[in-house]
């Protein structure tokens, strides 16, 4: 059972959420207006579903607000599917993205493969094109300098690094890493990696390669 946030300013919406999840035995907060709800509780959540079209603060705002406070997933709730929204919501610290409107199986399946990936233990470093890989903590360093990663832009990062030099769709990453199989949400994975590189690209590291036609593989 997981400890759910979801902010939408739509009731109806929150109403089918909590139905949705707590049947799957997840305790489900929602709020309509999060300027009466106090920001520090959003540290105790082990995942947070929130609404990027809201009136008092659009989503991807109060995601870098509250980034610093919170380290499980953050999931947008949004029927904008421009690549730019993509790429602002993403670049915000965001994990992942529904489009509106989604299906109840749909919506369970992605919480629970994203809870899923949050339980995953790893104990051991390894070290790939001059980056370390610390996988207990989820960190990535070049020498000294830790590189500020997502959890998701971690999870690509790590999951390429550990298969380098295999080729990979952007589907197979997606479902790899985020464990839901699911063509049109793949786009995420083009963004995330877009931040990946820029990230990279800092510290005067170039590790993933694009086959064109194909997907994208770590040399």
Known sequence: ????????????????????????????????????????????????????MMPDIDGFTLCRNIRDLVDCPILFLTAKTMEEDIIHGLGMGGDDYITKPFGLGELRSRVAAHLRREQREKHHNFIISGLNFKLSAKEVFAGEDLIPFTKSEYEISEFLALHHGQVFSKEKIYEAVFGFDRESDSSAIVEHIKNIRAKLAKVNCATIETVWGIGYKWI
């Open 1 to 52: 059972m997981a400890n759910i946030l979801a902010i939408d300013d739509e009731e109806g919406i929150l109403d089918l959420i909590k139905a949705a999840l707590s049947k799957e035995g997840h305790q489900v907060t929602t709020v309509s207006n999060f300027s009466t709800f106090p920001v520090e509780q959003c540290s105790h959540y082990d995942l947070i579903l929130l609404d990027v």
